[in-house]
């Protein structure tokens, strides 16, 4: 066969195509031929169809076997846009097609070459030719306009039922595309009181009367994405995980001024999303501002908490001295207030690949993004009057003396903001807490060696009579 001819066919399987992305399908098209003549056409239709298999290469064959009045497609061209799939090109080795012009290239489930090649096994009994490449950028730009179109009407179904207030920024979804060991889907919430239309967002995953929820709350600067190594541990033990963004971090809505951050608004926001969600045998998992606000929410709702998992963290009852590394880290806040996030976390965990260390810098694309970042740092409580300090007075009274569930404590020893002496001064506070698991190469963000930890965890919650970790 010419290549003028194939490119003659390949436009007619375009055409094809056309008319799938027109009735929202993903726009491939196919078209047999034998004999110098179009026997059958198939355009991609798994959605209309509810059909897994409803690939247009498969639509195509049936409706040339009909044709033909024969299983076997003994001397006929098959031509698709997009390369085959491993169903589609197992298809055409059984209807043992004499050949398979395809267009664009597909790197993730291409079976003609890309990801695999079924077609070049010489052990298969019918071996079928194969040309790829034919009006390969015509192909590729047709999906690739029908995939642009689609997620802007997605971003704009989005913003439709979560619009985006005129004081707050939100990341673009682009900047969270490709992210490593990060597969969830977000979820938002925007009707929550206190967020007055504020979006937030959170990860939700596993079963919703799972009979223990992980509740992980993140600190600053990071975001949800911290959890990523502990949460498919909770996953797999058959648990619900929920880790939210607060405000001003993650995929959340980002209020533009500094003043918007305040302990006590924080604070309800989480308590309003427990109630929403209904979460009940919690594990608090906290961490920097994760604790100082997390801590202060069983005051509130007792009931609905059994464990806690608290890392390097504190309770600012605004009546002791802060640690003389967060008054350090503050000071650096001042004095540098772009820093690079991803650069922060690398310092401490020189394990994290530069894939990572952009994830974390992804939702801050420039420095209007940074009101949480300059804010935080300054909303620690330091004096008895402070917002916040009354509150975690009485949360330290509930740890001390009320609290009734079981607590693990895990430090990072290479920590210089909230290092091994703050945490044994918490533990003390938590009734009934052992002495702390100390990772002796983990600094601040000890979820970065989450797997071990969320191990530990797991099996030290599930057992009610095992007593403490061991170090």
Same mark, same amino acid.
């Given at each position: 066969?010419?290549?003028?001819?194939?490119?003659?066919?390949?436009?007619?399987?375009?055409?094809?195509?056309?008319?799938?992305?027109?009735?929202?399908?993903?726009?491939?098209?196919?078209?047999?031929?034998?004999?110098?003549?179009?026997?059958?056409?198939?355009?991609?239709?798994?959605?209309?169809?509810?059909?897994?298999?409803?690939?247009?290469?498969?639509?195509?064959?049936?409706?040339?076997?009909?044709?033909?009045?024969?299983?076997?497609?003994?001397?006929?061209?098959?031509?698709?846009?997009?390369?085959?799939?491993?169903?589609?090109?197992?298809?055409?080795?059984?209807?043992?097609?004499?050949?398979?012009?395809?267009?664009?290239?597909?790197?993730?489930?291409?079976?003609?070459?890309?990801?695999?090649?079924?077609?070049?096994?010489?052990?298969?009994?019918?071996?079928?030719?194969?040309?790829?490449?034919?009006?390969?950028?015509?192909?590729?730009?047709?999906?690739?306009?029908?995939?642009?179109?689609?997620? !802007? $009407?997605?971003?704009? %179904?989005?913003?439709? /039922?979560?619009? =985006? &207030?005129?004081?707050? @920024?939100?990341?673009? #979804?682009?900047?969270?595309?490709?992210?490593?060991?990060?597969?969830?889907?977000?979820?938002?919430?925007?009707?929550?009181?206190?967020?007055?239309?504020?979006?937030?967002?959170?990860?939700?995953?596993?079963?919703?009367?799972?009979?223990?929820?992980?509740?992980?709350?993140?600190?600053?600067?990071?975001?949800?994405?911290?959890?990523?190594?502990?949460?498919?541990?909770?996953?797999?033990?058959?648990?619900?995980?929920?880790?939210?963004?607060?405000?001003?971090?993650?995929?959340?809505?980002?209020?533009?001024?500094?003043?918007?951050?305040?302990?006590?608004?924080? !604070? $309800?926001?989480?308590? %309003?999303?427990?109630? /929403?969600?209904? =979460? &009940?045998?919690?594990? @608090?998992?906290?961490? #920097?501002?994760?604790?100082?606000?997390?801590?202060?929410?069983?005051?509130?709702?007792?009931?609905?908490?059994?464990?806690?998992?608290?890392?390097?963290?504190?309770?600012?009852?605004?009546?002791?001295?802060?640690?003389?590394?967060?008054?350090?880290?503050?000071?650096?806040?001042?004095?540098?207030?772009?820093?690079?996030?991803?650069?922060?976390?690398?310092?401490?965990?020189?394990?994290?690949?530069?894939?990572?260390?952009?994830?974390?810098?992804?939702?801050?694309?420039?420095?209007?993004?940074?009101?949480?970042?300059?804010?935080?740092?300054?909303?620690?409580?330091?004096?008895?009057?402070?917002?916040?300090?009354?509150?975690?007075?009485?949360?330290?009274?509930?740890?001390?003396?009320?609290?009734?569930?079981?607590?693990?404590?895990?430090?990072?020893?290479?920590?210089?903001?909230?290092?091994?002496?703050?945490?044994?001064?918490?533990?003390?506070?938590?009734?009934?807490?052992?002495?702390?698991?100390?990772?002796?190469?983990?600094?601040?963000?000890?979820?970065?060696?989450?797997?071990?930890?969320?191990?530990?965890?797991?099996?030290?919650?599930?057992?009610?009579?095992?007593?403490?970790?061991?170090?």
């Amino acid at each position: 066969m010419s290549a003028d001819a194939d490119t003659h066919w390949m436009r007619m399987a375009l055409a094809e195509a056309q008319a799938a992305a027109q009735a929202g399908e993903v726009p491939v098209g196919a078209i047999v031929v034998k004999d110098g003549q179009v026997i059958a056409t198939g355009r991609n239709a798994p959605v209309q169809g509810h059909d897994p298999t409803a690939h247009a290469e498969i639509v195509a064959l049936r409706a040339a076997a009909q044709r033909l009045s024969n299983y076997r497609l003994d001397g006929c061209s098959l031509y698709v846009t997009l390369e085959p799939c491993a169903m589609c090109s197992g298809a055409m080795l059984h209807a043992r097609l004499a050949r398979v012009v395809y267009g664009a290239v597909e790197p993730k489930t291409g079976a003609a070459g890309s990801v695999l090649n079924l077609f070049g096994h010489a052990e298969i009994n019918h071996q079928t030719e194969v040309v790829g490449g034919v009006l390969a950028d015509e192909c590729g730009s047709l999906l690739s306009g029908f995939f642009t179109q689609r997620r !802007r $009407q997605q971003r704009a %179904e989005a913003l439709a /039922r979560h619009p =985006l &207030r005129d004081d707050a @920024l939100r990341t673009p #979804d682009a900047a969270f595309a490709h992210l490593p060991g990060y597969p969830w889907a977000p979820q938002y919430v925007s009707d929550l009181p206190s967020l007055a239309g504020l979006r937030m967002h959170t990860l939700d995953e596993g079963p919703r009367d799972a009979p223990r929820t992980w509740l992980c709350l993140h600190g600053n600067p990071a975001w949800s994405y911290l959890y990523r190594r502990m949460l498919p541990i909770f996953l797999a033990a058959g648990d619900r995980v929920v880790a939210p963004d607060l405000i001003g971090f993650g995929k959340s809505d980002k209020p533009k001024k500094e003043g918007a951050h305040q302990f006590d608004w924080h !604070r $309800q926001v989480l308590l %309003e999303l427990i109630e /929403r969600l209904d =979460l &009940r045998n919690v594990v @608090l998992v906290v961490q #920097d501002w994760g604790g100082i606000l997390g801590l202060t929410l069983p005051v509130a709702m007792p009931e609905r908490f059994a464990g806690l998992l608290v890392m390097n963290t504190l309770l600012a009852t605004g009546d002791a001295a802060l640690p003389a590394g967060f008054v350090a880290w503050r000071a650096m806040c001042r004095d540098k207030p772009l820093y690079g996030v991803g650069r922060l976390l690398a310092r401490g965990n020189p394990h994290l690949t530069p894939a990572e260390c952009a994830a974390y810098d992804a939702p801050f694309p420039d420095r209007g993004y940074r009101a949480a970042l300059r804010a935080f740092p300054e909303r620690v409580p330091q004096a008895v009057d402070a917002p916040g300090a009354a509150v975690s007075r009485a949360a330290r009274d509930f740890w001390q003396h009320q609290w009734q569930g079981r607590s693990l404590m895990v430090v990072g020893a290479q920590d210089p903001v909230l290092g091994l002496p703050t945490m044994r001064a918490l533990q003390q506070t938590i009734r009934g807490c052992p002495e702390p698991v100390v990772l002796p190469d983990a600094g601040h963000f000890v979820q970065e060696h989450g797997e071990a930890v969320a191990a530990r965890a797991v099996e030290y919650f599930s057992f009610p009579g095992a007593g403490r970790f061991a170090g």
